[in-house]
């Protein structure tokens, strides 16, 4: 299990004030757009916060900085509820070297600046209702296609045109694909409808080899045995031909011959996994290396690890508080002896 993390994210308003003594008003309680652009005060909002009354996470850090407020230890936090989240569910996800999900976490952050979730989306929309939208959505999708390494012959999604700058100073502008709204949707599942697609062509297809009479079959010799061991990893009875393509989907695989690597097939190894990718930032596992073996980590000690994080990260935010975001970053790291690289917005 790898958990990466974009530095860049979305933070959304309600159209009028929180307060507790007005629970029937759904402006006061909810961010979202749809919601809130029925607001009688959208209007207004969205003069003074912005279009679709969104900003993103550096505006809020901006903000921050504006009025004095140290935000540091917030984001801290807020990557501690990711791991711990994720993690809760990973007991129950099939092993598999080949697979990745996106998730969208709504986190609610009050008046002492104390993260709440509230919940987890596996489909988080990626609609553009706003410039905001643009600024993270695409950049996001970009870079996290980067990071898992899909070849683009493998994917079903529809490039619309090509963005190069005019001196082709940026080779990589050159190949970046421009998606729209609907296909920045499509990308999400392309490789497993790629997967189907090609099952369902295999599927109609017969088996071909040069044993084509199936009426009159006899028992394989040896070397005809031995013609078949890359098709089947168990001894058949019959010639290939007699078995339904079901049978050879389902067929019992040797476990000696079967692929253990955690490699994809691009070639990435996971155990291997990348520090960051773009924006993305591997905020699970802290550590790699030689000796970490992510199967024999204990719930108890996952948890552990994410209260010794929190906790040192909280004590050297108190003890260093004229400290600058880069000093504190090397403090936690040294602290945690760790590898990764420390998650946070950009300003």
Same mark, same amino acid.
């Given at each position: 299990?790898?958990?990466?993390?974009?530095?860049?994210?979305?933070?959304?308003?309600?159209?009028?004030?929180?307060?507790?003594?007005?629970?029937?008003?759904p402006?006061?309680?909810?961010?979202?757009?749809?919601?809130?652009?029925?607001?009688?005060?959208?209007?207004?909002?969205?003069e003074?916060?912005?279009?679709?009354?969104?900003?993103?996470?550096?505006?809020?850090?901006?903000?921050?900085?504006?009025?004095?407020?140290?935000?540091?230890?917030?984001?801290?936090?807020?990557?501690?509820?990711?791991?711990?989240?994720?993690?809760?569910?990973?007991?129950?996800?099939?092993?598999?070297? @080949?697979c990745?999900?996106? *998730? %969208?976490? /709504?986190?609610? &952050? $009050?008046?002492?600046? =104390?993260?709440w979730? +509230?919940?987890? @989306?596996?489909?988080?929309? *990626? %609609?553009? /209702?706003?410039? &905001? $939208?643009?600024?993270? =959505?695409?950049?996001? +999708?970009?870079?996290?296609?980067?990071?898992?390494g899909?070849?683009?012959?493998?994917?079903?999604?529809?490039?619309?045109?090509?963005?190069?700058?005019?001196?082709?100073?940026?080779?990589?502008?050159?190949?970046?694909?421009?998606?729209?709204?609907?296909?920045?949707?499509?990308?999400?599942h392309?490789?497993?409808?790629?997967?189907?697609?090609?099952?369902?062509?295999?599927?109609?297809?017969?088996?071909?080899?040069?044993?084509?009479?199936t009426?009159?079959?006899?028992?394989?010799?040896?070397k005809?045995?031995s013609?078949?061991?890359?098709?089947?990893?168990?001894k058949p009875?019959?010639?290939?031909?007699?078995?339904?393509?079901?049978?050879?989907?389902?067929?019992?695989?040797?476990?000696?011959?079967?692929?253990?690597?955690?490699?994809?097939?691009?070639?990435?190894?996971w155990?291997n996994?990348?520090?960051?990718?773009?924006?993305?930032?591997?905020?699970?596992?802290?550590?790699?290396?030689?000796?970490y073996?992510?199967?024999?980590?204990?719930d108890?000690?996952?948890?552990?690890?994410?209260?010794?994080?929190?906790?040192?990260?909280?004590?050297?935010?108190?003890?260093?508080?004229?400290?600058?975001?880069?000093?504190?970053?090397?403090?936690?790291q040294?602290?945690m002896?760790?590898?990764?690289?420390?998650?946070?917005?950009?300003?």
């Amino acid at each position: 299990m790898t958990i990466y993390l974009y530095k860049e994210g979305l933070v959304r308003f309600g159209t009028d004030k929180f307060t507790l003594n007005d629970l029937e008003n759904p402006f006061r309680h909810l961010t979202n757009t749809a919601i809130n652009k029925l607001s009688p005060g959208y209007a207004e909002m969205k003069e003074n916060v912005g279009s679709g009354c969104k900003w993103t996470f550096s505006q809020l850090r901006r903000y921050f900085q504006q009025i004095d407020v140290a935000d540091w230890l917030l984001w801290q936090k807020i990557s501690v509820l990711v791991i711990l989240t994720v993690l809760s569910q990973a007991k129950y996800i099939p092993s598999s070297a @080949n697979c990745f999900e996106f *998730l %969208g976490f /709504d986190v609610l &952050v $009050d008046n002492r600046l =104390k993260p709440w979730l +509230l919940e987890v @989306n596996l489909s988080p929309a *990626l %609609g553009n /209702d706003c410039d &905001v $939208d643009r600024l993270v =959505k695409k950049p996001m +999708l970009h870079d996290m296609f980067d990071l898992l390494g899909l070849p683009l012959s493998n994917m079903s999604w529809s490039i619309h045109n090509y963005c190069c700058d005019e001196s082709e100073e940026n080779p990589r502008n050159c190949i970046t694909p421009v998606l729209s709204i609907k296909s920045s949707v499509v990308l999400i599942h392309a490789a497993d409808r790629w997967r189907k697609k090609h099952r369902k062509m295999s599927a109609k297809q017969p088996l071909k080899n040069k044993f084509q009479d199936t009426k009159n079959l006899r028992a394989p010799s040896a070397k005809e045995k031995s013609s078949y061991k890359h098709v089947f990893l168990h001894k058949p009875d019959v010639f290939p031909e007699a078995l339904t393509e079901t049978q050879i989907i389902n067929r019992p695989v040797d476990k000696k011959l079967s692929n253990t690597s955690n490699k994809w097939g691009n070639g990435r190894d996971w155990k291997n996994a990348p520090p960051h990718e773009g924006k993305w930032v591997r905020i699970w596992p802290m550590n790699l290396g030689a000796n970490y073996d992510a199967t024999h980590t204990s719930d108890k000690a996952i948890v552990l690890e994410m209260i010794k994080f929190h906790k040192i990260a909280r004590d050297i935010y108190k003890k260093y508080p004229t400290a600058s975001e880069c000093q504190l970053n090397d403090y936690l790291q040294v602290e945690m002896n760790m590898s990764r690289e420390i998650w946070i917005p950009p300003l």
